[in-house]
């Protein structure tokens, strides 16, 4: 029997054409007094509010005034083992992973310890706007079943995967190219598309995984390949550098994964930065996605990703926090680094291409379209709406707006969590006051056991 259908009112901004190909209010449309219908957990129908209400007089009404009602952010690329270790200071990218993040993933062995971890990243996800994620774990299986038990709990759709590592890595957390598969795909048969939950095939990068285990990996990937595949390429200079030593044969970092069957839809690679016009054309041709980690390429020092270049070069381009290497939880804040990035790359990206890299344009990645990052109806109800004036500063900008992006841009530029005025997974409001926009909202479930509230 079909649930209640729910009726949300508020602004409503459908960004439903891909801005970087069309002009900005060609690929959108706003509804000032706007309205999203939704039911079994899936949107019915957008449009204005006073169209949607007659049409369905028996439906339960959430005002949210003049909140504006987005698709849930989507992250691309995260590792939720490093939640404890963001924000720590000063190493570049292999002696951060020697540093701080091996040594925090030995922990993940005890499930305990992994679902507490996977418990508190999907809430602090949550209290940003972000709805769905693709994950790395570690090499433990017990850290992919914490974070699609608690997926579950949340009712989010998540993408992860066993990090497979057999060589440059410490002890506890090297396997070897028959375990990675047999584990891989023993999970892979466990979780994926089991509820909202989707798993990726998962080699942390060509240094830490001998060509053997790459070739495992690929051949699991040609047997299920309609699983993601995630990685990361050409993230800084020493790292491809270091790449070029351990694989003298290869023509180049890409051709680590590819002579491996590891390029193809459905493979997404983050940061690649520091790209040859070959590699490039390889990644365009094969379908593959860049992951832009705008946060963690200026955290840890990587370099500045062309965002506007590759799009515009044919590539499919997600955006992503890259938590822990990156510095927020926040896709408002990665959304902001983005912007800066574009303008030192000579692309000011307009408001309404940045919102499509946190929604579509990273559920593309993910090839998870036809479900998240969208209000195209049939799409799973994942929303998040927004507070355009949730602090002083930022409501002063906003009082001079004269359209909507001049509207939500100061949000992008300058909102954190306090801007994140509710949020709605599979169609349940699991943050924000049901009714009353002015109220303080409501602290996520598990946040809150474990601040003792």
């Known amino acids: 029997m079909s649930e209640t259908q729910t009726l949300l009112l508020g602004q409503v901004l459908d960004i439903h054409t891909n801005p970087f190909t069309v002009a900005s209010d060609e690929a959108a449309a706003h509804e000032r007094r706007g309205a999203v219908l939704v039911a079994d957990g899936r949107i019915l129908a957008v449009g204005p ?31 939720y083992p490093q939640t404890a270790i963001i924000a720590s200071w000063g190493k570049r990218l292999i002696d951060w992973l020697n540093t701080y993040t091996f040594p925090e993933e030995m922990r993940f062995s005890d499930p305990t310890y992994a679902r ?16 769905s994620v693709a994950s790395f774990c570690t090499i433990h299986p017990e850290s992919v079943t914490a974070i699609f038990e608690s997926a579950a709990t949340h009712g989010m759709a ?85 790449v070029a030593a351990l694989y003298p044969g290869k023509k180049d970092y890409l051709d680590t994964y590819e002579a491996h069957g590891l390029l193809r839809p459905g493979g997404m690679f983050g940061h690649a930065i520091w790209l040859t016009n070959s590699e490039r054309d390889r990644l365009r041709e094969h379908g593959a996605a860049l992951i832009h980690c705008p946060t963690s390429n200026t955290f840890i020092g990587s370099g500045l990703f062309d965002t506007a270049r590759a799009i515009a070069e044919g590539q499919t381009v997600g955006l992503a926090t890259d938590t822990g290497g990156g510095s927020s939880f926040s896709m408002l804040h990665t959304m902001a680094a983005a912007y800066e990035v574009g303008q030192l790359t000579g692309n000011a990206l307009h408001p309404a291409q940045l919102l499509w890299l946190a929604t579509t344009g990273s559920a593309c990645a993910m090839r998870l379209q036809d479900r998240i ?27 001079r707006a004269t359209d909507i992006w001049e509207a939500v841009f100061p949000t992008i530029m300058m909102g954190d969590d306090r801007a994140i005025q509710s949020v709605y997974v599979g169609g349940r409001q699991v943050l924000g006051p049901a009714t009353d926009p002015g109220h303080s909202r409501q602290v996520p479930p598990l946040i809150a056991d474990s601040l003792g509230l």
């Not at 990243?121 to 972000?130: F, I, K, R, V, W």
């Not at 109806?377 to 002083?392: I, K, M, N, Q």
């Open 373 to 399: 990052g969208t209000l195209r109806p049939g799409s799973d109800a994942d929303l998040v709406v927004l507070d355009l004036a949730s602090t002083p500063a930022v409501a002063q900008r906003h009082a």
């Open 116 to 131: 507490e971890i996977a418990d508190r990243y999907l809430d602090l996800l949550l209290s940003h706007g972000t709805t």
């Open 49 to 79: 509010a006073d169209t949607l209400r007659a049409a369905h007089p028996g439906a339960r009404v959430i005002d949210h005034g003049e909140g504006l009602i987005l698709p849930g952010f989507v992250d691309s690329h995260a590792h």
């Open 158 to 242: 998540v993408v992860a995967g066993k990090t497979c590592m057999d060589r440059n890595a410490p002890d506890g957390l090297r396997d070897d190219a028959r375990s990675a598969f047999d584990d891989s795909k023993t999970l892979l048969e466990r979780w994926h598309g089991v509820g909202r939950a989707t798993y990726a095939i998962t080699p942390r990068f060509s240094p830490t995984s001998t060509q053997e285990q790459l070739e495992a990996l690929g051949a699991l990937w040609a047997e299920h390949p309609d699983c993601p595949m995630q990685t990361h390429l050409s993230e800084q200079t020493d790292e491809v550098e270091w």
